[in-house]
Every structure is written in C-alpha cells, then in structure tokens.
C-alpha cells in the first residue's frame, strides 16, 4: 500500500523531547513561517531486535542537496519516484548500508545511545538561528486536538523517519520504494569579517529496523528474500561523468575486482540516476584488475549537474552504487569514489 502522505518537511528546530517509555519516539517542535509540527523519529523497534540501525553522516554529499537548499519551509509532499527528493536507502546510492549499526536508545552514560546522537544534532540545530532541519517521511494532520507533547494547535507532523520498505510482520503494507524516511541538517557558513570561518555542513541520519531486508521490489518494495554480499567483489571506484566535448558514447565508469578469482560481467548492468540501464558486453575481470566500461549514451546517462551511479547484477541485483555532486563534475576530470 505504501505510504499515503509522503514527503520532506524543512523548517526551524526550537524543542525537543528524548524518548522514552514503552515505544519511544524522539520528539522534536518544529517551525515554519506560520505552522508548528512535531517530528517523531523512532529510537526503539517493535519487532526483535529492540535496537535500531543507524548512520550518522556528518559531512552528507549527495546531488540532492541541490534541490533542498532551494526547498521553501514547510511541508512539501514528494512523488516516490527516482530523480524527484524522494529517498531510497536501496537505489538512492546515499551511504553504505554496511556502516549502520545497531544501537540502543537508553545507555547510562554520555554519548552512548540513539538519543543522545540524535540530541546532539537537535541541539546544534536549536542553537543556530539559521539552521534548517528537513524531515522526510509521512505527514499526518492538521488534526482537531493539541499536539500531546508539545500542545500547539492544531496537530501537525512527520513520522516513520526511517527506512520504509523490505518490512516484515503488520507492517509490510507500508512497503514501497522511493519514500524512506531521514533526517537531515543544514548548518549554514560562518563568516567574520568577510572571511569564513566555519564552513557550510550537511549532516544526515538514516534509521533502519534489523527486522528489514535490503533487497526489494523495485515495484512493490517487498522483500525479496535475497541475501545480500556481505562482500561484493566488484566495486565502482571512478567515472568520467563529463567529458570533454560531447559526453555522448564518451563518458566510462571504472570497474574493480576484489576477489581473487576472475568475474564474468557479462550482462551486468550500469544504470544512472533515472534508472536508465546500459548492459556490460563480453567482459571477464580477473582478480585486483580494473576495467573501464563506456556508456553508448543509449541507455545510462551521467548528468553533470549530480548523479548516482549503479552497478546491477544479470537478475537486476544492486551490487554497488555511488554519487556524485555537480561540483564533481568537472569538465574531463574523472571522479574518484
């Protein structure tokens, strides 16, 4: 069924609550020109394991940047489709699922539980007038009643602020693609005297329940039941995303083989940002060897203005994926991930 309301919500952070009790949420009051919201971010599970996954990315680069920093306050309903804000933690290429980790929401001591790493950043966020914060995930309200925590009129929101597909249990009907939930903050430069002093930031948390699987219908967004690598051995580690002249049959994506046996990647599959496909030729890869394959430009295209790129397996499998910024891109340099 997917989501009903999904989309990103920016506004200014001025409270917050850690979670707690029976089914916490981590409660931060938002604020727009004229509308107050609550964002509720799970910190606990309700299925086995408690702990949820997370990923701190304190220097979040991504080419959808690009779109939010242009993004007015308020709430803005997304379509779950590819190139369009939406999130994907599968197929967006935003971080590497295998640097999350699993974590409690309440540890005695400092710094050492999921309330704690996400109050950290509400904190800042609260303390910087001119920070933004961006909420992706389900809008409910405007509702009849108080906001129970916060008690602004009427009740307003953001929630499932975490991974939403691969589901198990009650909540597979929440399952689809393009409409993960996340959290991000935009810390703007700091200059004196003309001169900066503290550069601009991004900082991005992404929330996943272990009782999720990370490959999924790229229609329905159900679990597939495949398990992932837990190694993959072919890995993307450059491309030419702008070349000199005419980028059409010119721009190459830079393949590498891990393992120490040969791969065979025939009928493998570069795709680009809009899920275009292009199919690797007759290619054996032997072990530690690079191989440079070139786009035709009839099928995947690397814009200059950001992109992501992924490698597919012949049963359209990710394998690897990454991105890459518009300032990136520069005219017939090669990007290194």
Known sequence: MSLKKYGVLKGKAINKIIGQGSSPHYEVHLIDNTTDYRIAINVKSALAPSELLYLIVDDFQHPILAKLSTLATGFTALQSVPNAMALDF?????????????????????????????????????????????????????????????????????????MNQGNSGK???????????????????????????????????????QSQCWHTDDQTGHCLGIIPPTNPSIKIVAALVNPEGDDVGHETVT?????????????????????????????????????????DGKGAQLGNSGGIITLLNPKGIKQDGVSYTKEQALSGWTVLF
Do not use: C
């Not at 065979?264 to 032997?286: E, H, M, Q, T």
């Open 171 to 209: 909540f597979v009907g929440d399952d689809g693609v393009w409409q993960d939930g996340g959290l991000l903050f935009h810390f703007p430069s700091v200059a004196s005297a003309g001169v900066e002093t503290v550069a601009e930031k991004w900082v991005a948390i992404f929330l996943a329940f």
């Open 90 to 162: 599968i197929r967006g290429n935003l971080f590497d699922a295998k640097l999350m980790r699993p974590l409690p929401h309440n540890v005695p001591g400092p710094d050492n539980d999921l309330n704690e790493k996400i109050d950290a950043y509400v904190q800042r966020a609260i303390g910087d007038e001119r920070a933004s914060v961006y909420a992706f995930g389900e809008r409910w309200g405007p509702e009849t009643v108080k906001d129970q925590y916060f008690g602004f009129l009427p009740g307003n929101g953001i929630h499932d602020i975490h």
């Open 255 to 295: 393949l590498i083989n891990l393992a120490p046996t040969v791969v065979d990647l025939s009928g493998w599959f570069i795709a680009d940002k809009n899920k275009n496909r292009s199919v690797i030729g007759n290619l054996l890869l032997n072990a530690g060897v690079t191989a440079v394959v070139k786009l």
